[in-house]
């Protein structure tokens, strides 16, 4: 078995009786293979003695087992790495940012608590999955949707608490940002409920985000201050229709006024759903082509939605030589033809088709196995996509190692509101040589974007370091306030170090 880092063999032993007093012995798992299930099946460091790996695991079914783990944890200071369903695939599995850590898997406590569809939201349990939610609502028959990513075996929870997003329309598609209201416990073991929820016997825990006095939710986004044990979202009630429109532009320049009428049509709230920029003038599009495309879906009314495409047309139409295509008005619910042809995603259906896109098929007969998705944060104009490129036709040969390296990217990513990611994936997988090739290149990334102003809002764990340096404005005081607010609630470190780059004081600058 091994040992957290500077814990002694007797207090572990300690801490993993008491651990099996708490939540059962069947609930704490110390034997190689059952911890080998919490490896980071996309590790860039596969193998390697660098890569993440947990030194145990504990189950916990409910809130006041949670508190237990949690208490016996800062008792013994044993390092705690909390997961929902730890899925977090791409971005570091469910596998803790320091090695050795126990991992606190909540995927027993998916219960569903409420779907409200009057008032359109659902309060739930970390191991709540979206088919789960799903299929909750499905059961329920209720008249709201929910917003999936693209796999659907992830926690509603998780995926929000790691800054994740889906596909249908904005607000909704933005996980963290639909959340309202969430109940946490902290490293001493209190519960705090957060918004309205504060309030005893309160009414409307999911009907207002702010609650009273500062608002401390943000802390828990990519935070590392606290258990979330519930969390309300706010749902979709169920659009009438979608269409989606699709502007071309024949020259590589028209990426200016081309996202100026897109931020437009978002801004106004005209334009809803998970826009897309991409065509000839990015460098993974068509050879020899130039040019640009944006695909606008719209949901809404089926009497509104024509209307809003009209409106929309009429701005790109400035544009000379734009063209465009529209789907058909889908209305909901898809009948099953219907749903068979389309993004399941973007109806607000989960699913795993994805990873047929990057696993083995016909096109990819060996594929690496896995991949590490850097996505920088552009300023949302058509200049810094034309600059991004610039940089990136101009380093590629070198970042490439001549072409040798399998870089995919950029994708120009519009699908959160007021933002423009430049997504590059590198794919790893089990051969170290190659892994490491590209974790360098990965971190050379990092760095010649935070040189041009570009910073990261997400990356896997092993890069969390590296990134959460690049903010650095004046000597580092974001993550220097982020450290005073560690030491304050979590004194003794020992809720997920590391995670974004905040380590408690024992543990900084090693
Ligand atoms: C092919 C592919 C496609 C993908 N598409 C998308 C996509 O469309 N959108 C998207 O957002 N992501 C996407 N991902 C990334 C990832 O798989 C998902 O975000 C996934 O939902 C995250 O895993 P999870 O939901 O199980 O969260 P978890 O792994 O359970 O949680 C993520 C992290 O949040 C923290 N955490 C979780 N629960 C708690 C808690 N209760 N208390 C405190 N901290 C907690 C932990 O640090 C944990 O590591 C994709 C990945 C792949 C490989």
């Known amino acids: 078995m091994a040992l957290p880092p500077n814990v002694s063999s007797a207090d572990f032993n300690r801490a993993i009786a008491a ?33 993440r790996v947990a030194s145990a695991a504990v189950a916990p079914s409910t809130v006041e087992q949670v508190q237990a783990v949690v208490r016996t944890a800062n008792q013994y200071k044993v390092p705690l790495y909390a997961i929902s369903t730890g899925r977090n695939l791409a971005y570091g599995g469910s596998a803790p940012v320091y090695s050795g850590s126990v991992v606190l898997d909540l995927k027993r406590m ?32 209720a008249d709201v949707w929910i917003d999936p990513p693209d796999p659907g075996w992830g926690s509603v929870i998780g995926n929000a608490l790691d800054g994740g997003g889906g596909w249908t329309a904005s607000p909704f598609r933005d996980h963290f940002g639909a959340h309202c209201g969430m109940e946490v416990v902290l490293a001493n073991g209190e519960i705090v409920r957060t918004g309205m929820g504060a309030l005893p016997n309160s009414k409307s825990w999911q009907h207002n985000r702010w609650g009273f006095g500062p608002w401390v939710d943000g802390l828990f986004r990519q935070g590392n201050y606290g258990v979330v044990t519930k969390m309300g979202f706010h749902l ?88 465009f295509t529209e789907t058909e008005l889908f209305r909901t619910p898809l009948d099953a033809a219907t749903l068979a042809r389309v993004r399941k995603v973007s109806f607000g259906i989960p699913d795993l088709s994805t990873f047929g896109l990057l696993g083995r098929n016909a096109a990819n007969p060996s594929p690496p196995g896995g991949h590490m998705d850097f996505s920088p944060i552009l300023a949302r104009t058509g200049e810094s996509v034309l600059e991004f490129i610039r940089m990136y036709r101009e380093k590629l040969p070198e970042l490439s190692e001549g072409g040798t390296l399998r870089i995919l990217g950029p994708v120009f990513m519009t699908n959160w509101d007021r933002t423009m990611v430049a997504l590059l994936m590198f794919p790893v997988g089990r051969d170290p040589q190659v892994n490491g090739r590209m974790r360098n290149a990965f971190r050379r990334w990092i760095e010649l974007c935070a040189e041009r102003g570009w910073g990261e809002y997400r990356t896997p764990s092993v ?16 993550t220097r306030l982020r450290e005073t607010i560690k030491d304050a609630v979590d004194p003794n470190g020992i809720l997920s170090p590391g995670r974004y780059g905040v380590w408690p004081k024992h543990l900084r600058k090693t």
Not at 20 to 45: C, H, I, M
Not at 126 to 134: A, E, K, N, R, T
């Open 463 to 478: 890069f969390q370091d590296d990134v959460a340096k690049a903010y650095s404005y004046n000597n580092h005081s974001l």
């Open 110 to 141: 998916n219960r569903v608590i409420e779907v409200n569809e009057r008032n359109a939201y659902a309060l739930v349990e970390p191991g709540v999955s979206y088919f789960d939610l799903y299929e909750h609502i499905t059961k329920a028959n």
């Open 19 to 51: 651990w099996k007093q708490a939540v059962g012995n069947d609930w704490v798992f110390t034997a190689d293979e059952d911890v080998a299930l919490y490896r980071d099946a996309y590790s860039p460091y596969w193998g390697e003695k660098e890569e």
């Open 236 to 323: 979709m009630p169920r659009p009438e229709a979608m269409q989606t429109l699709t502007v071309r532009v024949p020259r590589d320049e028209d990426v200016v006024p081309l996202v100026d009428a897109l931020n437009l049509l978002e801004n106004q709230h005209v334009v809803n759903g998970s826009t897309s920029l991409g065509g000839g003038g990015a460098p993974g599009g068509p050879a020899g082509a130039a040019g640009w495309s944006v695909s606008l879906p719209i949901y809404g009314p089926a009497k509104v939605v024509p209307a809003q495409i009209e409106y929309s047309r009429e701005k790109f139409a400035k544009i000379p030589g734009a063209t």
